[in-house]
């Protein structure tokens, strides 16, 4: 499998020995090596997709995701594999956030660390952490070479504290198939209207794909996840969310699902010239935003609202108990489209604890802190 065109390859020293950085090393076999020290500063943010770093990562691999005060946040921990992302969607976030750094730098000491990790989640054995690598990079898109869900499914499903979702836009699901752990495994599609899809998601699995591969893994034992995030309006955008919303319907069995999150599009100002160099034919920009609380940029709230509201009356058409949820959002809109609010994000963690508590750990078994009843 060589879908990446990865040219060149900077490695720190000694990552050869580690299985993860030879395997990488030897995937490319065409790509120029060189080691870290020289080049560090001379990554051209226009190819940096094309430019693999095999990085001994020296910062925590586990970390609460940066969330924002100013919104209800769900008390993420993110597991850092790795930082960018080999797909190229033009609304990307990681694009600001490693504009120094814009190559795809991958951790190839993970297995080394993983211990650590571990240890952080075994020494809290009354807190369920809910755990993700699909934060700085999607989950499964490089995992027929980096092996991760060999390293990491089998330390999860094996620990009654905590879950690990891997969120991904690809169909990259062989290994995970091929391994036998599904306990608090949660595999998760990114969705979007088709027309965002195949116009803005570049290197991604059409809607279709996504779909039926996430059907695969739920005939396979696996519990789903779905996250429409970023929610676009553009003309049609009613009719494109409901398509696919309804091939969801047509495809997936909605009471193996443990949550479906919505957040509309939201972004740092200093993505937007980065939009418009690196992808000028884009429409993310089109929008009505204003600069929200957490000096974002966002849509006008009427208009979140009515996203929110919208696809939420076609996912609870289709089955009342999804485990719906927003990401960064305030109380006033949570109220105004879903009809609830868990008003903080302490609120909204204990909704989402609750959730993994129903899917994965009988009542008897959960830990004592988060033994009260489940909302649903
Ligand atoms: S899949 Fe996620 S991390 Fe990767 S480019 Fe798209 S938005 Fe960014």
């Not at 900077?10 to 120029?32: E, N, T, W």
């Not at 779905?226 to 929610?231: I, K, M, S, T």
């Not at 909204?348 to 750990?361: G, N, Y």
Request: aromatic share 10%.
């Amino acid at each position: 499998m060589n879908a990446f065109p990865i040219k060149r390859i900077i490695a720190d020293r000694g990552i050869a020995s580690y299985g993860l950085g030879r395997r990488m090393l030897a995937h490319f076999p065409g790509a120029s090596v060189s080691p870290a020290d020289s080049n560090k500063h001379a990554v051209d943010p226009q190819n940096g997709k094309k430019i693999l770093y095999l990085q001994k990562y020296k910062g925590d691999f586990l970390k609460p995701c940066p969330g924002t005060r100013e919104y209800i946040c769900c008390g993420y921990q993110i597991l850092n594999v790795a930082a960018n992302c080999p797909l190229d969607c033009t609304y990307c976030i990681l694009q600001a956030y490693f504009l120094n750094q814009p190559c795809l730098r991958v951790f190839a000491n993970l297995e080394e660390r993983l211990p650590e990790v571990m240890h952080v989640i075994d020494s809290q054995p009354d807190r369920i952490f809910r755990v993700g690598t699909g934060e700085f990079t999607d989950s499964l898109a490089l995992d027929p070479l980096t092996r991760w869900s060999d390293m990491l499914l089998p330390e999860f499903s094996r620990r009654e504290n905590t879950i690990l979702e891997l969120k991904t836009k690809t169909t990259r699901i062989e290994r995970v198939l091929a391994l036998e752990c599904r306990d608090r495994i949660i595999l998760s599609w990114s969705l979007n209207g088709p027309w965002i899809s195949v116009r803005e998601e570049k290197g991604a699995a059409s809607i279709e794909k996504r779909i039926e591969a996430a059907k695969r893994c739920q005939a396979a034992g696996f519990v789903l996840g779905f996250h429409f995030d970023p929610l676009i309006p553009y003309p049609g955008w009613k009719e494109d969310y409901g398509r696919t919303i309804e091939l969801l319907a047509r495809e997936i069995d909605p009471q193996r699902i443990i949550w479906i999150s919505m957040g509309s599009f939201r972004f740092m100002p200093d993505l937007k010239p980065i939009i418009r160099r690196r992808h000028p034919g884009s429409s993310v920009l089109n929008g009505e935003f204003i600069l929200g609380l957490d000096r974002k940029m966002r849509y006008f709230k009427p208009i979140r609202v009515e996203l929110y509201r919208y696809i939420r009356g076609l996912l609870e058409a289709w089955h009342p108990d999804l485990g719906l949820y927003l990401c960064m959002e305030s109380d006033d809109v949570w109220e105004a489209s879903m009809g609830w609010s868990p008003k903080t994000s302490s609120g909204l963690r204990e909704f989402l604890d609750q959730r993994v508590i129903k899917f994965f750990l009988s009542r008897g078994r959960a830990p004592q802190v988060l033994r009260s009843p489940v909302r649903s």
